[in-house]
């Protein structure tokens, strides 16, 4: 969800800039300055100046706020007071009131209630946005004009006739004074916002100014095109040809694709996301029944609905079953005939009129024909502003471990909902699936990987793929939460992947899933697998959880926070070389050669994760250098990362 902070003193134009913005991103909006205005109203009916007062009344008569930008109405209680508001004397309260800490306390709560509850994005204008409310707001804009552009606005904007422009100027001059010389909260200007002076600007003009900030920031979604279709209609074959690389997962056996899987494609100058979907059927059983939801959930998620039918086999009455559910999408569809290889197939292809859904665009997915023209008609119907996010800013957390240790369902435990497909077969996920989750106060993005049988070069056919993909995913990513079922022994390919996330660099949080499986019996055994198989590393943090129940899920959050700030700590040099000396006294490196080895300084070469260099005067052996990353740890912490220490000898040393 994109928050973006609109500050700015009153009459420079950030309401109707704020509205405008939103209205065009089809966004949720917010008018802090509103919601002050109803406590002045509310102070003035009931004629009384005290905190104490004004606060007992306002928990009665409660503000709520309509954040649609087509129809923004402020309610006191059930009373609309949208227009009562906009008085002078009711602006001449404002600041008054917007001084009290305790008051501004209270609607601080409320303002930021309205922006959680926004789904996709939500422009928020007023006072202090992006410094209180919003500090993390994706999009900071300070709206300045000069005060008789201001008078201007503002007298157009009140609804009283028997006001002059002398007197509307002084109200705004009085509140600039007040406003920046406030101590609760000055009205200042945030360290990272855009300054954007709209004196000679038009609304449009600013609107637009705004609107390039967010393009360059690639903060407006891309559109969604979902490709839905029969299983075996080659709905991933013509994905690949749409991106340009082998992405998604292609074999000549039905039902490869499962989870809803977004890769991102650009044509023509514009940027969207397609979407491959498991193949829909109308009466499915067993995981079919699941990955047809996903088709249908993929429907409520795109902007456009791209239908895919095989032109050689023509429609049957699974496509028959599928239009009448596209239909009752209401969404923009493109009907695609697929597997086109030459004029004879187009011709036979033209029986997909038939259907009702209009034209068919007939391509092969596999050779390209026609895929040129296909995507310039999807580019044509892409909306301006779409439903996926890019840039979001996300840590992103990659689920690995062998299959059915329970990644799928960790990640629907942490969502509250089903984003991956669960089913008790084991291997059911098969390509990466990103998702958004708010954990501990924080949104992260989870990657629900392939579960991880053999070796890439080792497994075959669809195996083959999803393990690169998986190892992608863990490329990707900055740090894993490796799942492991601890209601079994831990088996060899467990160690294998623990080897393969310890070489990747990442931090890591060692997950134990199936928790409510395990017995006293069993624990014991654990921590001597524990102990025996990963003790090299230690540092590991360890989360204890019951993906199915939800237990001690909430634990997760900090652990990951932790590992991250250790994968990103540095040390300063002058500690780092404090500790060495002291270290190299207390146990110097081993005579090797019949010499000692001098160590002469080291360094933090780099983060992500820590990257030390100890210099020296001859080779240092392997078993010093993990002497040196344990007392490293003792002495600076790193719980969660792995810490690689390297040794370099100087050139004169060598010769």
Wanted: with cysteine; charged share 30%; proline share 4%.
């Amino acid at each position: 969800m994109i928050v973006v902070a609109l500050d700015g003193p009153s009459g420079a134009g950030k309401s109707s800039t704020s509205k405008g913005v939103a209205l065009r991103a089809g966004w949720n909006y917010l008018d802090t300055g509103a919601l002050y205005r109803a406590v002045a109203f509310l102070a003035l009916e009931i004629k009384s100046d005290d905190t104490n007062d004004i606060l007992a009344a306002l928990a009665v008569k409660r503000i709520t706020f309509n954040a649609d930008p087509k129809k923004p109405e402020i309610f006191l209680a059930d009373r609309n007071i949208s227009e009562e508001i906009r008085t002078l004397n009711v602006t001449n309260k404002v600041s008054q009131i917007a001084a009290n800490p305790e008051i501004r306390a209270e609607l601080l709560k409320l303002q930021r209630s309205i922006i959680g509850k926004a789904e996709r994005g939500i422009v928020v204008e007023g006072r202090d946005i992006g410094t209180v409310v919003s500090p993390d707001a994706a999009l900071k804009v300070y709206l300045t004009a000069d005060i008789d552009a201001r008078t201007m606005r503002r007298e157009n904007e009140l609804n009283e006739v028997a006001i002059t422009t002398e007197d509307v100027a002084l109200s705004l001059t009085s509140r600039d004074e007040l406003d920046s010389s406030r101590k609760a909260s000055p009205l200042v200007m945030a360290s990272d916002a855009v300054h954007v002076d709209s004196t000679e600007l038009t609304l449009e003009e600013t609107i637009e100014r705004v609107w390039e900030l967010l393009v360059e920031r690639s903060l407006l979604g891309l559109p969604i095109v979902a490709i839905l279709g029969r299983p075996n209609v080659g709905k991933s074959t013509l994905i690949n040809r749409f991106i340009g690389r082998r992405e998604a997962i292609v074999e000549d056996t039905p039902g490869v694709t499962r989870d809803r899987v977004q890769y991102e494609c650009e044509w023509g100058g514009r940027r969207f996301i397609v979407m491959d979907t498991g193949g829909w059927e109308s009466k499915p059983d067993g995981i079919s029944v699941a990955i047809s939801a996903g088709a249908e959930l993929a429907m409520e998620e795109a902007d456009i609905l791209a239908f895919v039918v095989d032109a050689q086999v023509g429609a049957l009455d699974e496509d028959d079953v599928m239009v009448q559910e596209l239909r009752k999408a209401k969404k923009p569809t493109i009907l695609i005939a697929n597997k086109v290889d030459g004029d004879h197939d187009e011709a036979d292809a033209h029986a997909l009129w038939n259907l009702g859904l209009g034209e068919p665009h007939f391509v092969s997915g596999l050779h390209g024909r026609g895929s040129g023209d296909l995507l310039d008609t999807i580019v044509n119907s892409l909306p301006e502003v779409g439903r996926a996010q890019t840039q979001d800013g996300y840590r992103r957390i990659a689920l690995i471990g062998r299959p059915n240790v329970g990644k799928s369902s960790l990640l629907n435990a942490l969502a509250g909902e089903n984003r991956s497909i669960v089913d008790d077969v084991a291997g059911t996920t098969r390509d990466p699936v990103d998702s958004l989750i708010e954990i501990g106060g924080q949104v992260w993005r989870f990657v629900d990987t392939a579960g991880i049988k053999k070796r890439a070069n080792q497994a075959s056919g669809t195996d083959y793929y999803a393990t690169l993909r998986t190892q992608t995913a863990l490329e990707r990513s900055e740090c894993v939460a490796l799942v492991l079922d601890a209601s079994v022994p831990i088996s060899e390919q467990d160690l294998r992947i623990i080897s393969m996330v310890e070489e990747s660099g990442k931090a890591m949080v060692l997950v134990l899933n199936k928790w409510d499986l395990v017995d006293e019996d069993r624990r014991e055994k654990l921590e001597k697998e524990l102990d025996r198989h990963l003790g090299h590393i230690e540092w590991v943090q360890r989360v204890n959880v019951a993906a199915k129940t939800g237990w001690h899920r909430d634990r997760l959050a900090p652990a990951l926070r932790t590992a991250l700030s250790s994968w990103e700590k540095r040390v300063p040099t002058s500690k780092l070389n404090s500790f060495l000396g002291a270290l190299i006294g207390a146990t110097p490196p081993p005579v090797r050669g019949g010499k000692q080895p001098k160590v002469y300084y080291a360094t933090q070469a780099g983060i992500a994760p820590p990257k030390f260099v100890v210099f020296s005067s001859g080779w240092i052996e392997p078993s010093y250098r993990r002497f040196i990353e344990r007392r490293l740890r003792e002495e600076f912490g790193f719980p969660g990362t792995p810490v690689q220490v390297a040794v370099r000898v100087k050139e004169r040393d060598k010769e």
